[in-house]
Every structure is written in C-alpha cells, then in structure tokens.
C-alpha cells in the first residue's frame, strides 16, 4: 500500500526562480493538502484540491498556486522565488468524501532552499 | 496571531515515566484536534485525535484530554519509551472549514534511557 510520495527530496533555488513540487497521495485518497513547515515552526496550511479544484486557501500569496490531475496526483507551483520560502514542504493525503473528522497521511516533504 | 499554541519548545522525560505535552487554542470554532508525531527526515504521522463532544480519548499508551472550557489538551504517554523521542504537533480543525487544519509549533520529545 503506497503512502503519499513527494518529489524532489531536495532542491535548491535562487531568487526571482520559479519551482514545481510534485505529490502523489496515499492509495485510494483523492484530496490533497500542501503545507509549507517553516524551520522550528509547525506547518502552515497552503491549499488543498479536490476533484481538480482548489477547495480551500490559507494565508499564502498568489505566487504559490497548485494543479490537480485526474489521477489525484498535484503539484505545488512557487513563482518569483524568495528567501523566506525556504522551508519544507509537506503534501498530505486524505479521502474528500468523508469530510473534516480524518487525519491526514503525511509525505516526507521536499526540502526547498533558496539562494 | 497564533491559534494553536505549544508553550514548551521542549521536554525531557526518563524512560518508563509518563510525558505530558501541552497544548493551548484560541478559536473557539475548534471542534476536532489531533496530535501527530514527527521525526527527522520524515513527515508527520497522526497519533490520535479527539472531537469536541469528549473530553478524553485513549489509545494504548497514549491519551488525550481536552478541557474545552479552558481552550486546553495534553497528549500523556504512559510510559514513556526512547522510541517515543520526536517533535509532537498539536492541530486544530474549525468547523467552518473541515479542509484546513491549523498547526501548533511543536513540542519536542527526548525520553532518556
């Protein structure tokens, strides 16, 4: 049974660059969430995406936006790159259908330096 | 403005004892919480969660309390074991938007041999 499975494991930036993050949720889940963890803070709400559409929204500017393809798989997009988005990013899985009371299933996250 | 709050950066605990990590809210639109444990290198897994309409919820040797009144819940585990030594998250989920779940910033674990 496959978790959810994020790439690239590690990337590096510079300024001004634009970068795409790649998810796959956990077997059988078709709602994605993306979250941005900070260093030495707890992970911070981007978006999520159900049924190909954006269903909610934190407090994140336009330059981060997201896709989701048929098959449930989503990637993050980060335009005009800062260094304050070096952080860790975190995809996380669940089941759209069954509402809010489930947890979540975590990937390892893609670690995102900017220079 | 923090919603969900972790006062204890960090917590040492011996082998075999109990460990009490605590964590403080401000929405009163909370109604569902959960706990989740996180190691290095790994994303976080979720531990054990509890609704509104309970004040205490048991799994094994872990248990969480919510005293709503307070805008309080402590995750206990009982006893604590070295495999247990990891960063612990408290989040919270408003009834108003099931999709978005709010993190505290973690509390990490060492439990010492």
């Known amino acids: 049974d496959a978790g959810v499975t994020q790439s690239p494991t590690h990337l590096i930036k510079t300024r001004g660059q634009q970068v795409t993050l790649r998810c796959s949720p956990k077997s059988g889940h078709d709602t994605v969430s993306w979250y941005q963890q900070a260093l030495g803070q707890g992970p911070q709400f981007i978006f999520q995406?159900?049924?190909?559409?954006?269903?909610q929204r934190g407090n994140f500017p336009d330059r981060f936006s997201g896709h989701q393809f048929p098959n449930y798989s989503s990637e993050l997009n980060v335009n005009a790159l800062l260094l304050g988005d070096s952080a860790l990013y975190l995809c996380?899985?669940?089941?759209?259908?069954?509402?809010?009371?489930?947890?979540?299933?975590f990937g390892d996250g893609t670690r995102l330096s900017i220079l | 403005d923090q919603q969900v709050k972790q006062n204890s950066p960090s917590l040492s605990v011996q082998e075999g004892r109990i460990s009490i990590l605590n964590c403080d809210y401000t929405n009163s639109m909370f109604d569902y919480f959960l706990w989740y444990k996180k190691y290095p290198a790994e994303g976080p897994t979720f531990l054990i969660s509890?609704?509104?309409?309970?004040d205490k919820n048991e799994d094994g040797r872990f248990t969480v309390f919510l005293n709503k009144s307070a805008k309080h819940l402590s995750l206990h585990i009982v006893p604590s074991q070295p495999g247990d030594s990891a960063v612990y998250f408290c989040?919270?989920?408003?009834?108003?938007?099931?999709?978005?779940?709010?993190f505290g910033p973690g509390t990490s674990l060492s439990v010492i041999p």
């Open positions: 989040a919270a989920r408003p009834k108003t938007s099931y999709d978005k779940v709010i």
């Open positions: 995406y159900y049924e190909e559409e954006e269903r």
């Open positions: 509890i609704s509104s309409i309970k």
């Open positions: 996380a899985s669940s089941l759209g259908h069954l509402g809010g009371n489930q947890p979540q299933h």
